[in-house]
């Protein structure tokens, strides 16, 4: 065989060793809609707690889902992260409606920390629950979503749940690449791994991330993630350090969010976390930018530039590439056809790291949310 047909048969190998993993694991992460609403006579008090920057376009209708939660004995807190919209405005009138809601609004950023971290220590630190629950500003819940997690979660005994949600955007092409986006996740953190002692490998959702407040003081909280970007996966990995029991749950009927609205907040909305994901490290990044482009890219264009042999095992590497996507679908309430633009998802995917890790590298750091975070303050914070 010619070289470009042994790349072919690797491309092929490797694929098809992912597929099964992911496909496997897929189908050992339990979803939400198969657990229970119904607890005990005697709950855990839970703390529900929402870090919230410029949130005014959405702010409403997702405190107002977590105010019509069903959960007998919760509160909620949110910490207005410096706001110069209405988000602050809007708590104070919805705070004024109900008991349960608690507004706290910061006005500085100590040094040493991103604001969306410090705001969920700080709600953690005033916090009384036996669980908290961290989730996001544009989260909305259904109603007994919160019951059939902590259902859950004492259940299986343990002390980290990362519940998965749905993603909606305004477009056919980023709803593809929101799809798209769940198999980069899967290969890269490998989610049905995070229940297993002996792996590294974790994971962590900013839309639900629940611990228990006990692990959560054990290793630190917030406080030991407080420059990190992907803080919500971030905690899933010190929790799991730690030697506490963590798992991952399908949310996606009662759970969703709008992920991104325009490809503009796509690719700036991902200039935080793109290269801190791969721990700021050069190789890394470039093996996964090499990856894709000649694992995923190259298989669809080589199909019409390829010919014989080698044109034979790109196509069959291209069905098993949307078979793969089709399944992670399936699981993430999003649609099969979507496969059509998984190439073009990928060379979006490839650019965005590309852009994110040499803005990192030339600015030295991220601009994020109004405040500058130099490279070598958040390279000191690797966990």
């Known amino acids: 065989m010619t070289p470009l047909a042994w790349l072919a048969l690797v491309t092929f190998i490797v694929w098809f060793i992912f597929a099964i993993d992911i496909m496997y694991g897929n189908r050992t992460i339990r979803a939400l809609r198969d657990v229970t609403p119904e607890l005990p006579n005697v709950v855990p008090p839970v703390s529900v707690i929402v870090a919230a920057r410029n949130e005014s376009r959405n702010i409403r209708s997702a405190i107002q889902s977590l105010l019509s939660l069903n959960y007998p004995d919760y509160e909620l807190i949110v910490v207005d992260d410096r706001s110069d919209d209405d988000t ?59 019951s059939r997690a902590v259902h859950f979660f004492l259940e299986r005994e343990i002390h980290h749940l990362a519940v998965s949600p749905s993603m909606t955007m305004p477009t056919t092409f980023l709803q593809m690449f929101g799809a798209s986006f769940i198999i980069f ?8 791994k995070a229940r297993d002692p002996k792996s590294s490998y974790h994971t962590g959702i900013g839309a639900f991330n629940m611990v228990s407040r006990d692990a959560y003081k054990a290793v630190g909280g917030h406080e030991a993630i407080r420059l990190r970007p992907d803080d919500d996966i971030k905690l899933g990995k010190i929790i799991k350090k730690g030697g506490f029991r963590s798992d991952v749950a399908y949310g996606p009927d009662f759970l969703s969010v709008e992920w991104y609205s325009s490809l503009g907040e796509v690719i700036r ?26 694992a995923t890219i190259w298989p669809y264009l080589a199909i019409f530039l390829t010919c014989g042999i080698t044109r034979s095992i790109y196509i069959f590497t291209v069905l098993l590439l949307t078979v793969l996507f089709a399944d992670c679908a399936t699981f993430h309430a999003s649609k099969r056809w979507y496969a059509v633009g998984f190439p073009l998802s990928t060379l979006l995917f490839v650019w965005i790291l590309l852009r994110t890790m040499v803005l990192n590298l030339s600015q030295g750091g991220i601009q994020w949310r109004g405040t500058f975070y130099s490279l070598k303050e958040l390279k000191g914070n690797r966990v």
């Open 88 to 146: 602050g405005s809007i708590l104070d009138e919805m705070d004024k409606h109900d008991s349960r809601l608690r507004v706290i609004h910061l006005s500085d950023l100590p040094s040493g920390w991103l604001g969306k971290n410090h705001a969920l220590w700080r709600g953690a630190s005033e916090s009384n629950g036996e669980i908290l629950l961290f989730t996001d500003a544009d989260i909305i819940m259904e109603p007994t979503v919160l």
């Open 185 to 192: 996740f899967s290969i890269f953190a490998r989610p049905w």
């Open 269 to 294: 909305g991902l200039e935080k976390n793109a290269f801190s994901g791969c721990d700021y490290r050069i190789s890394l990044a470039l093996f996964g930018v090499i990856f894709h482009l000649l």
